[in-house]
């Protein structure tokens, strides 16, 4: 009974068939330019999740947090912090499944391309994975505190080490403010670096990059425990 | 006032709750015994849905407690569910058919008792359409389906007559009756003190955040029920 709302509400959310057919769309053009254009699966592997995280994850917990729904829900006898985890859990389901047609049909297509060795398509697909569960959870966690414009604030959070190295070259900032402030946003650096050496690009990971690939993800899941803590126990339906 | 039954299946005392410099709830004791039908009336603003949220566990007291069959409303709620029908009508299941909410609640829509139900308050026919072309009346009705479907033990009605036709009113008497005869307890909150006096046992008029007066309005004529209202409300 507990998971007959994922279900249900992810079916009468959106017209998924729209979705669909531009998520098919775009995977047919993948599969055909990676074939020549090998530079092209970077950009699907860093626009695609993020997109589609910000669709599906982003929408998903804004319509669910609509009073209407959550009224709906909660009338069953089941708990609102396990409802609201089952809900993101399907919701994480749809968007793993968009994302990886997506990036499959761009290795399909990269596969094919004679001048991309195989250690290559390794390395994308590992940073693709990667990069999918980094945006997913940042766009969960924006989605969990904000009521509109999760979009930018999860653009602006996934953007944040660009301003930091900004920042960074403009006045240097001491090692432990830069090192807190690292891992507390999204870990392109570590994920993108593990491409390159995976790829072989670079002789040796940054010694800092496998707990930021650890950390962040803990991190995000942290917050999203406290914040649906706080959504279950707030009062969700305005006065009289 | 201290409005009692007994014995209480729920039980909210000294229930306080504030917005702002606004106190909407003050000080309210209410029982509500096992099978009852207790209706309240008040004018708008008077605090009647604050009092329905915080007997739910969708609000939290600044003062007082609520019990319903000895736990809280949030554990009552989670152990053995609710049936709430909010006074706004916001919809968000535009693109839902009512079959697949009764789903959500109750797995399968056509067992026997769900029909009944159902078919009690006028919602069958509906029950395939999309929500969002669902007039204002028939998404009334099944938002009362859906609160009612699974005969749940505590089930409190903000206005569930809103834009409900006189059939569909009567409808509504019918299967909160029904309900309430099966063991249910069920809070109705309504302007329509005449449609009210016809399917309550008790029925008490709140004004200012205060329960004013209780009555049992098995007998009481329209007339004398109206200057029952407007004494108890004014006096306020």
Known sequence: MKWRSVRIVLATWRDWRTLGGVVIAIAVAAVTVTRSQANFSSAAVFYVPVLLATTVLGGLVQHVRRAAIWRTLLQRPVSAEGELWRLLGGGWGVYLVLVAVILGAALLGLAENAAVPRVRLLAVAVTGALWAGTSGLVVSVVASFASGSVAALSIGWILSPVLLSLVDSAAQLPDPVHGTLTFLMPSIDAIFGLGSYLAGDVPSLDPWHPAHLIGFPLLCLGILAWRFRVIARSERVGSE | ?236
């Open chain 2, 1 to 236: 006032m201290h409005v009692t039954a007994s014995p209480a299946f729920v039980e909210a005392r000294g229930l306080v709750k504030r917005y702002g410099v606004l106190e909407a709830v003050r000080a309210v004791d209410l029982d509500i015994a096992v099978g009852e039908i207790v209706g309240i009336a008040g004018p708008n603003g008077s605090g009647k849905s604050t009092l329905a949220r915080l007997l739910l566990g969708f609000a939290r007291p600044h003062a007082g407690s609520v019990r319903i069959d000895g736990r809280s409303p949030e554990e009552f709620r989670v152990q053995d569910g609710i049936g709430y029908v909010p006074e706004d009508g916001e919809r968000g299941w535009e693109r839902a058919t009512p079959r697949q909410l009764l789903m959500l609640r109750l797995g399968d829509p056509d067992v026997p008792s769900a029909r009944a139900i159902c078919d009690s308050i006028g919602a069958t026919p509906l029950l395939d359409k999309r929500v969002g072309t669902l007039s204002k009346g028939q998404w009334r009705a099944c938002l009362v389906a859906y609160a009612m479907v699974a005969a749940p033990r505590f089930i409190v009605l903000d206005e569930p007559d809103a834009g409900l036709d006189p059939a569909a009113m009567e409808r509504l008497r019918t299967t909160t009756a029904l309900l309430a005869g099966g063991g249910s307890s069920i809070l109705l909150l309504s302007h329509h003190l005449d449609e009210m006096a016809l399917g309550v046992h008790r029925l008490l008029f709140f004004s200012a955040g205060r329960i004013r007066r209780s009555i049992d309005p098995r007998g009481v004529g329209p007339t004398e029920l109206r200057r029952e209202y407007h004494s108890a409300v004014q006096a306020a």
